[in-house]
């Protein structure tokens, strides 16, 4: 693991979130009852397989869910001592970007094709800040500087199309830290990038932590990141953060079997391994939950009571809790 | 390179690649009639693969993996060198042994199902190579699409749906299943995994495992993800640039990587543990273009061993130890 900034007090708390769609299948409860906290300086980890509910979960925090067909149905998200959920739309948008930025998947799709990279940064950092012109061009530059692209003045006439895959994911990373937020969230931000400028974007991130105690948030399918980046985990399954602990916890103790599960079907580089673990079946559609516990159709530890009631969340030890009848 | 390593099946080579190259013309103008400049996607590779074992391509984004999988699959025509399947050329054969080759040489791609017709059932779809190639009768046709289903983990049920209906790692068993149609003795697998989750990354895998221990088929597997390599690979390639800069067996390759490009390639990959260590060696710099790649090793204007020679001296391949083959002015 990369060395971590000094964590600090509780800059961030939700508190039972629940975001839910309505679909022509029904409602969909793509976040059912979320809690969990961020620390100053501290990076989070969020995984779980793809539906599971980490994207909406960043998108509710940042007031983004698109309304209709999404509701917060009801929750609390406190950030620096505020409730967002209570915020106008107008107050938001002050907030997003200065102390909430989220990074998201596609670095292309959250780039306008038709601005050049240096214009959208001076765009990013106008929105936040009223200061001169001048300056914003010059505080653009820094933040392209920072995130390493090569000759910046140059570049950042740049429209995106002309950069490769990985400066256009530094310069969404650029926009994502030029107002110096409180808290980011990165969802999948290295998937699109190759390991070695994977690994140089990691290290910047972690950088720009360090500078200037930055809390982060990761959401990744990859076990990988989670190791190398976080100090804490939340294991999310079918909209509920299953398990929680910090990273040894999880992968010294796994104690939710969809997270042991997990950690056992992915493949490592030092060691040959004979054959995978593999969880059988799919993560539950999420309009048509089972009742109880939902992991239970999938689970090699199934109870009877997992079938009707959804287990209670048990602590393991200070930092560590997982929901699992086979832990009461 | 003709030794075999000790995990080897009975070591034949099925498929070879000989000083492999693809230059695409970069054109400007009016009908694009004048050729500017030469993208060398792929300048001379070689390597064998073996019957029952997988051979690993790694690298990075552009080095020209899958462009050597197309002229393997006859979907480019080489600008250079040669095919040889059960050592004969197949550019030079005869039209029915081109065929056969075509038929059995398979693929699977990330996403192989989004280019077929949305609007066929999964059983005509995988039925469709034996209809092309085979004289045989729609029962026995059909009959081998239900045990194929059953191979690749899918029963009759799923023949009737249409492919939207669907998950990603289902639509994956099913390009495998399409892809072991025709008998095939080799295929090409083009990131079969990279798309998928976790966990059903990992039914895959064995999924595939399994069919080439029943059916002794030969895997071509380009990954980017160093884990899945060691986990799949009998032997892995490692390219930079258009070129093979390392080949090694694969327990070889990670116990004792050469190339400082497999290294740093190594170093970069995410650990498996928290406490996992790992050497730091953070590259600098982008992937040159194939484009205008540098003069000496592709790899010096990178590469923190970098002495004087290499931005002058083009590498060869040598055999520093048996079966592992580096290309670098350090050996
Ligand atoms: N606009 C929408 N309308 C209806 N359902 C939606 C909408 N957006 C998301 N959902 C549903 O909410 C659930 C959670 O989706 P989410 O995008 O949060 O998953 P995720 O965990 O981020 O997955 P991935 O790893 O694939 O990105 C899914 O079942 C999805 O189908
Ligand atoms: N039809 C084409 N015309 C021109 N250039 C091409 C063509 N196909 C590929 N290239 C170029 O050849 C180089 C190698 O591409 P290729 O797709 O083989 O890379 P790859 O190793 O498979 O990359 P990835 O990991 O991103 O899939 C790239 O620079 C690419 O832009
Ligand atoms: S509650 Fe029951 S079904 Fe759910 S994970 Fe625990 S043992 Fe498995
Ligand atoms: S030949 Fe020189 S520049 Fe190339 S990899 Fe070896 S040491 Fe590095
Ligand atoms: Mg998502
Ligand atoms: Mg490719």
Not at chain 1, 47 to 70: F, H
Not at chain 1, 184 to 210: F, G, N
Not at chain 1, 314 to 322: F, G, K, P
């Amino acid at each position: 693991m990369v060395e971590s900034a000094t964590i600090g007090e509780i800059v961030l708390e939700v508190e039972d979130l629940r975001t839910y769609f309505r679909t022509r299948f029904g409602t969909v409860k793509a976040v059912d009852g979320v809690s969990f906290n961020l620390r100053k300086g501290e990076t989070l980890g969020i995984v779980g397989e793809s539906g599971c509910g980490k994207s909406v979960t960043m998108l509710s925090m940042m007031r983004l869910v698109p309304i209709p067909p999404g509701r917060i149905v009801s929750g609390k998200i406190v950030l620096d001592g505020e409730d967002l959920l209570q915020l106008s739309e107008g107050e938001m948008t002050n907030i997003r970007g200065s102390k909430i930025a989220l990074i998201i998947q596609d670095p292309m799709t959250s780039l306008n094709p038709v601005f050049s990279i240096g214009s959208q940064v001076a765009e990013a950092i106008k929105l936040h800040h009223d200061i001169p012109h001048r300056s914003v061009v010059d505080q653009a530059l820094e933040v392209l500087r920072k995130v390493n692209i090569p000759a910046a003045e140059t570049r950042m006439r740049d429209y995106p199309h002309q950069m490769s895959g990985g400066m256009r994911q530094r310069v969404v990373g650029a926009i994502g830290i030029s107002c110096e937020p409180m808290v980011l969230i990165a969802d999948e931000p290295t998937t699109s990038l190759d390991v070695t400028i994977q690994a140089q974007y990691l290290k910047l991130l972690k950088d720009i932590q360090k500078e200037s105690d930055l809390s982060l948030i990761f959401i990744t399918h990859d076990f990988g990141i989670v190791a190398k980046m976080c100090d804490r985990v939340a294991v999310m399954y079918a909209g509920r953060i299953v398990e929680m602990g910090s990273v040894r916890d999880i992968f010294n103790h796994p104690s939710h079997p969809y997270t042991e599960a997990l950690l056992a079907s992915v493949p490592k580089m030092e060691q040959d391994v004979e054959r995978l673990y593999s969880i059988e079946g799919q993560p539950p559609t999420l309009h048509d939950l089972p009742e109880g516990c939902p992991f239970a159709p999938r689970c090699p530890h199934v109870m009877d009571r997992c079938r009707t009631e959804y287990p209670p969340q048990i602590d393991q030890s200070e930092t560590h809790y997982a929901s699992c009848w086979r832990l009461a | 390179m003709t030794t075999t390593p000790e995990t080897s099946g009975n070591g034949q080579i099925i498929l070879e690649a000989r000083d492999l190259k693809k230059h695409f013309p970069v054109t400007k103008g009016l009908l694009f009639s004048k050729i500017t400049g030469w993208i060398k996607a792929v300048d001379g590779v070689s390597f064998e693969v073996r019957v029952g074992e997988t051979l690993g391509l790694v690298g990075e984004s552009g080095c020209g993996k899958s462009t050597t999988a197309k002229m393997l699959l006859m979907l480019e025509e080489p600008t250079d060198g040669s095919i040889l399947f059960e050592g004969e050329d197949v550019h030079l054969t005869t039209q029915a042994k081109r065929r056969e080759y075509r038929s059995s040489v398979q693929a699977v791609f990330q996403d192989p199902w989004s280019s077929l017709n949305p609007r066929m059932r999964v059983r005509d779809l995988i039925a469709e190579p034996m209809v092309i190639n085979w004289d045989m009768d729609r029962g026995g046709v059909m009959e081998r699409v239900q045990k194929l289903l059953n191979d690749v983990g899918l029963n009759e049920y799923h023949s009737n749906l249409f492919p939207h209906e669907f998950s990603g790692g289902q639509r994956q068993r099913l390009a495998i299943a399409r892809a072991l149609a025709l008998n095939p003795k080799v295929i090409v697998l083009d990131e079969p995994v990279s798309a998928l989750d976790v966990s059903i990354r990992a039914q895959i895998m064995n999924l595939l495992k399994d069919l080439q221990n029943e059916y002794n088929v030969s895997y071509l597997l380009i990954a980017h993800d160093l884990a899945t390599v060691r986990y799949m690979c009998t032997w892995v390639a490692v390219m930079y640039l258009g070129q093979i800069v390392e080949l090694a067996p694969v327990k070889e390759l990670f116990e004792n990587p050469l190339h400082p490009y497999t290294k740093a390639l190594m170093s970069a990959a995410l650990p498996s543990h928290p406490d996992t260590v790992q050497d730091e060696m953070i590259l600098m710099g982008e992937v040159p273009s194939p484009l205008n790649p540098p003069p000496g090793c592709y790899f010096h204007p990178r590469c923190p061993f970098a002495m004087d020679r290499c931005s002058v001296d083009v590498t060869e391949a040598k055999e520093p130890s048996p079966q592992h083959w580096v290309s670098c002015h350090l050996y």
